[in-house]
């Protein structure tokens, strides 16, 4: 293949027509202006699914969900036998790496494969425990670590993905951009990260002339459009539509293409664009031939989300769209003449019922037939399930949806989807206690809905009033409500109240649905407190195999290592834990403590100052005082 750069931009939750570039006035965007001028917009692109996860296996694999198996955003992995863009350019020679903005995409999930380099690492919050993190950073953040790398980048051919999440909910943007767009905090963001990535381009355009530049959304976002206030719920266009653009050599400037294109086009695109060529189970194709505004394979393309029946107990959707035409099979099946009603508003299905035949026949050819087909979730894939079966892990650790097509039309929901925005709603100067009255309310209407649980719950939590909400959780389970989360959440609680046996019960029952790291190092901890060693480094061993970025997991087999009194394996934990977050303090406490062990006075210096400067008191006040003893002692 050319020896051609390559820098992907995938921009969370944004609609395409929020940006200058695809018509929208009141918004500066000159950095994406500029791509589209210097290369080719796609002015009719869509997501295969409204939400983060499987939308970004679709744009690296070329896969429909339903052939790439990621079907939403948490409980499913990226099989380790993916060929994705990144594994593909790696094995050619290029160096690649990875900047992710957002926990969603954390490496657990398979998506670090084929990167040298996968920034994962989300900034931590002050009040809370040591292991626990942000869900997100925001660009300035992420571009910062690009361009780090970029500076220290060997000469080589390389692969940049840089992920921004800034547009998704809730809205954040620093100071200097609430004002100039004021009452409009979807566009803030947008404007925000624009300007970050003046300065990752700018970079780039330094670095080499020879680069592709692509730039597309995973999904975007509805502002209220059909009765839904976020996305990953419908299939309209408001969340389906995407911006994509491409420049760099090859690609003739200023090009608009309106013809449909799809994000499982974007990685044949690339490749060929740099000389290569797809294999033949990808089922995206090169849109090449667009750029000569000749005819491209792209006419159909295939939509799911599994939202609605996974997190909300309703029935699933799946469309097919084409560039007039979106049929949407649901309990209540609809059809969109997106020619004369691009807003989709007007249900046409009854007044053309030959074209809606044709759409099904078409998504049973892409989806299979009709009947029921069966998703199970899981928190790691094959191969590393075959490195946890030394640990005792044989089974379970999953929960299997039927997706049948039944169940509550989210169109009839609407209702529900009001309740949760308003109730949690960032900007909204309603009190908390209204809040709450509106997700009960929300739970009277539907009692089986697993979202409105936690969101209640939550609610419950943050004004500590923590007996409710166990009570909640436990009316969950008697209302049928039951997934690894619920139980986790239960376990949670009775950590607080000090009921440590209880509490690994429950998070014994969440390990058997998907567990994820968090859960499992409470569950470890949990049993550490209870002297139960050989448990505890059992998880914390799991939690290493599965999130090998996890600091909190090595410091945890460092602490069961003093305990074996095996001082050298403890400090190799200990050291792996501050290598892999210098901000995790006990790792830092225990790693001087076991330097001032074997006399290595220097380094414990260097870690009980680093300790003093950044542990909090309320979490180390008890200990602050003899770390300060002990630091003067060595001096």
């Not at 996860?53 to 690296?60: D, G, M």
């Not at 490195?387 to 892990?393: D, H, M, R, T, V």
């Not at 097509?405 to 009839?412: C, L």
């Amino acid at each position: 293949m050319r020896p051609l750069n390559v820098v992907v931009v995938t921009i969370d939750t944004l609609r395409p027509d929020h940006l200058h570039c695809y018509g929208y006035q009141p918004i500066e965007t000159p950095v994406l202006d500029g791509i589209a001028q210097s290369g080719v917009l796609f002015e009719n692109a869509v997501t295969q699914t409204p939400l983060t996860l499987p939308s970004h296996a679709s744009i690296f694999t070329g896969l429909y969900p339903t052939k790439h198996h990621v079907r939403n955003t948490g409980g499913f992995v990226l099989p380790s036998s993916s060929k994705t863009l990144a594994t593909i350019l790696q094995q050619q020679g290029w160096d690649t790496a990875a900047f992710v903005s957002s926990d969603v995409l954390k490496r657990l999930f398979g998506f670090n494969r084929g990167f040298a380099v996968y920034d994962d690492q989300m900034p931590r919050q002050g009040n809370q425990q040591n292991f626990l993190e942000d869900p997100e950073r925001n660009a300035g953040e992420t571009i910062d670590r690009a361009l780090g790398w970029l500076n220290k980048q060997s000469g080589k051919p390389f692969f940049l993905w840089v992920h921004l999440y800034d547009p998704h909910m809730p809205y954040r943007p620093p100071l200097s951009f609430r004002e100039k767009y004021k009452g409009r905090p979807y566009d803030r963001e947008i404007a925000y990260v624009d300007h970050e990535l003046g300065r990752l381009f700018d970079a780039v355009h330094r670095k080499s002339a020879q680069t592709l530049i692509g730039v597309l959304s995973d999904h975007g976002e509805s502002l209220g459009e059909h009765g839904e206030y976020s996305h990953g719920i419908f299939l309209y266009d408001a969340t389906m539509r995407i911006a994509f653009m491409v420049s760099g050599p090859g690609i003739p400037a200023g090009l608009r293409v309106r013809d449909q294109a799809r994000t499982i086009d974007f990685l044949p695109t690339i490749l060929e664009l740099m000389g290569g060529k797809a294999s033949a189970e990808v089922q995206g194709a090169s849109l090449l031939p667009s750029l000569a505004r000749k005819e491209v394979p792209t006419a159909i393309s295939y939509g799911e989300t599994l939202y609605p029946k996974i997190n909300m107990g309703w029935a699933e959707l799946r469309a097919i769209r084409t560039n007039r035409w979106k049929y949407i099979r649901a309990p209540k099946p609809e059809l969109y003449d997106l020619a004369q009603d691009p807003a989709e508003n007007h249900n046409v299905i009854q007044s053309h019922a030959v074209e809606a035949q044709k759409f099904e026949a078409q998504l049973q050819a892409l989806s299979g037939p009709r009947g029921v087909e069966k998703v199970e979730t899981t928190s790691v894939d094959l191969h590393t399930m075959d490195e946890l079966k030394s640990l005792g892990y044989l089974s379970g650790m999953a929960q299997v949806f039927a997706l049948t097509g039944q169940g509550a039309d989210p169109k009839d929901r609407v209702g529900i989807l009001k309740l949760q925005a308003v109730a949690d709603d960032p900007d909204s100067q309603i009190p908390d206690a209204r809040r709450i009255e509106l997700l009960q309310q929300a739970i009277t209407e539907d009692t089986t809905n697993p979202d409105l649980y936690f969101q209640l719950g939550a609610r419950y939590e943050k004004a500590s009033r923590h007996d409710e909400a166990i009570k909640l959780y436990y009316s969950a389970l008697q209302k049928g409500v039951d997934n690894g989360r619920l139980h986790s959440r239960i376990a949670d609680h009775l950590v607080r109240l000090g009921k440590i046996d209880e509490a690994i019960a429950e998070y014994e029952r969440a390990a058997r649905y998907s567990p994820d790291p968090e859960s499992q190092m409470n569950l470890a901890t949990a049993y550490l407190k209870k002297g139960r060693i050989a448990d505890a480094e059992r998880v914390f061993k799991w939690v290493v195999i599965t999130d090998p970025s996890r600091a909190a997991a090595y410091n945890g087999l460092g602490l069961i290592a003093i305990r074996r009194q095996d001082s050298q394996t403890a400090r190799g934990c200990f050291e792996k834990a501050a290598e892999l977050d210098p901000n995790l303090m006990a790792a830092q406490l225990n790693l001087g403590l076991i330097y001032k062990m074997s006399g290595d006075r220097v380094h414990a210096r260097r870690c009980f100052e680093t300790f003093l400067a950044k542990a909090s008191p309320a979490q180390y006040g008890a200990i602050i005082p003899k770390i300060t003893d002990e630091l003067a002692s060595l001096r």
